[in-house]
C-alpha cells in the first residue's frame, strides 16, 4: 500500500541527486529549482481539474512558454538582438542527444514522429527492395496502416499479436525475425497500455539476423529512461509535444552513426549540406557548373530539410534542459508507485488492468464497458485522461500526486 509518508520519503531522497543549475526565465522573477522534491507542480500553469492525459499532450511547463515568449519578442525585429536560432537548434540537438545518450550528429530534426518513421523506410528503399518487416499490434495506432499498405506492394509484414495481459513475448519476435527480416519496427512505449520493450534484447534478436530495429520513442523519451548506445536500436524519432513538454510542429530523430553508409538519401535539402558555393547568375566562375556542394557525414545530412518551427525549437531549448536537471530516472523513481497503486485501486474497483506490473513506464491502461458512462463521470469531476471504447488510459507526469489518482478513483467509484 502506497502513503504520503512514503511518497514524500522517497522524493526527499530523490532531491539529493547531483544539480548544476537553476532554472529561470528573463520575463519575470519566477524561478524553479528543478532539484526541488517531486511532484513539480509549481513547474507548471494551474490546472483546471485534474490532469492525467500526458501521453495525449504535455502540458507545457513555464520555463518553455518564458523562451516562447522570448522568440516571439525578438520576431517583432523592432530592437537588435543576440537570438541566435542556429544556436538554439544546435543546442536542442545536443541535450536531446545527452537525454538518450547519442552523439548530437546522430540527432536531426523531423516534422513528427511518424515522418522520422516514414523516412526511415525510404531510406531502406522499402518497399523497393523486397524482405520482411516484423512489428507488433502494440506499435503506434496510427502507422499499423502503413505496415498493411506495404504489405500490399510487396513486403512479407508479421504482425504479433499481444498476450492477454498486455505484453509481447519476446519469443515471438524471435520466431518471427528471419534471415530474410530487413526492419523490425515497435514503439519502445506502447500508446495503448504503456507496455514498455526489452529494447536491447530486441535489437540482440534482430541484428543476429541481418535485421535493423525502429522504434518509435514519444511515449518513453522524457518520462522512462533510454540509452541509444546500450540497446543499440539503429532509428528512433519522437516529437516535441508529448513529453518533452513543448508543442506540435517538430520531432527529433537519431540514427546511428555507423549505420548511415546503409541508407540512401529520401530526399535532398540545403540544410543537409555542410558546403555550397554558388556559380549561376550573378556569380562568375564554376567552370560551367552552377553550384558545387558536400553532404554531411550525419544524421542531418540525411534526412534534414527546409526550414524549421523556431518557436517549437526554443520551447524545447528550455524543456530540455528542465528534464535534464530533474532526471528522467528520478521522475520514474517518483512516478512507479503512484501506478502501482492506481493498478491495485481501479483493479479492486472492478476495471482490470491490462498493463503489465513489470512496465516502468509513465501509462497504465484499464478495461471497461461503458465508454459513456465512464465519460460523464469524468466530466462531472473535471477529470481529463483517454477514454476508448473498451479500455481507458491514465498517464502520469511530474506534476501528478496521490491527490490525483484519489479523485480519478472516487470518479470511478
Known amino acids: 500500500m502506497i502513503t504520503r509518508r512514503k511518497l514524500l520519503v522517497g522524493s526527499a531522497a530523490a532531491a539529493t541527486l547531483p544539480f548544476t543549475s537553476q532554472i529561470a526565465t528573463a520575463q519575470d522573477d519566477w524561478s524553479f529549482d528543478p532539484s526541488s522534491p517531486l511532484p513539480h507542480k509549481e513547474a507548471f500553469f494551474p490546472f483546471e481539474g485534474t490532469y492525467l492525459n500526458s501521453a495525449s499532450q504535455h502540458p507545457m511547463c513555464r520555463v518553455a ?33 545527452k537525454l538518450i545518450n547519442a552523439d548530437a550528429d546522430e540527432i536531426c530534426f ?20 523486397p524482405g520482411r518487416i516484423v512489428t507488433d499490434e502494440l506499435h503506434f495506432v496510427g502507422s499499423l496502416p502503413t505496415y498493411t499498405e506495404l504489405a500490399k506492394q510487396g513486403m512479407d509484414v508479421v504482425t504479433i499479436s499481444a498476450s492477454e495481459d498486455g505484453s509481447i513475448d519476446l519469443e515471438k519476435y524471435e520466431q518471427a525475425i528471419t534471415d530474410e527480416t530487413r526492419l523490425v519496427a515497435v514503439s519502445h512505449v506502447s500508446m495503448l497500455n504503456g507496455f514498455q520493450h526489452n529494447l536491447k534484447e530486441l535489437c540482440k534478436l534482430a541484428h543476429a539476423k ?11 523519451v522524457g518520462n522512462t529512461p533510454i540509452d541509444v548506445r546500450d540497446s543499440g536500436v539503429d532509428f ?11 508543442d506540435m510542429g517538430m520531432g527529433l530523430m537519431s540514427v546511428r552513426q555507423d549505420r548511415l553508409s546503409a541508407l540512401r538519401r529520401p530526399w535532398y535539402g540545403r540544410d543537409q549540406l555542410s558546403r555550397r558555393e554558388h556559380f549561376g547568375f550573378p556569380n ?7 553550384t558545387e556542394y558536400e553532404y554531411r557525414d550525419s544524421a542531418r545530412g540525411y534526412f534534414s530539410m527546409g526550414t524549421l518551427a523556431n518557436i517549437v525549437a526554443a520551447e524545447l531549448d528550455a524543456s530540455l534542459e528542465y528534464l535534464l536537471a530533474v532526471g528522467v530516472e528520478r521522475i520514474q523513481a517518483y512516478r512507479q508507485p503512484l501506478i502501482n497503486h492506481l493498478q491495485d485501486e481501479l483493479t479492486r474497483l472492478g476495471y482490470p488492468t491490462i498493463t503489465p506490473r513489470s512496465t516502468g513506464s ?9 465508454a459513456a458512462g465512464i465519460r460523464e463521470k469524468l466530466r462531472a469531476n473535471n477529470i481529463t485522461i483517454t477514454v476508448s471504447d473498451h479500455y481507458f488510459r491514465v498517464a502520469l507526469s511530474v506534476f501528478n500526486d496521490l491527490n490525483d489518482l484519489e479523485r480519478l478513483a472516487r470518479a470511478l467509484a
Open 110 to 129: 523531423v516534422g513528427s514522429t511518424t515522418v522520422g518513421e516514414n523516412l526511415i523506410l525510404q531510406a531502406l528503399d522499402i518497399p523497393g527492395t
Open 210 to 220: 541481418g535485421a535493423l530495429v525502429y522504434a518509435d520513442t514519444v511515449q518513453s
Open 284 to 290: 562568375p566562375g564554376g567552370n560551367g557548373a552552377v
Open 236 to 246: 528512433t524519432s519522437t516529437s516535441g509535444y508529448k513529453w518533452l513538454m513543448g
Open 65 to 97: 512558454k518564458a523562451a516562447a515568449d522570448r522568440y516571439l519578442e525578438y520576431k517583432k525585429f523592432s530592437a537588435s538582438s543576440s537570438y541566435s536560432s542556429g544556436d538554439i537548434r544546435q543546442r536542442v540537438r545536443e541535450n536531446y542527444a
Open 362 to 370: 509513465a501509462i497504465v491502461s484499464f478495461r471497461h464497458d461503458d
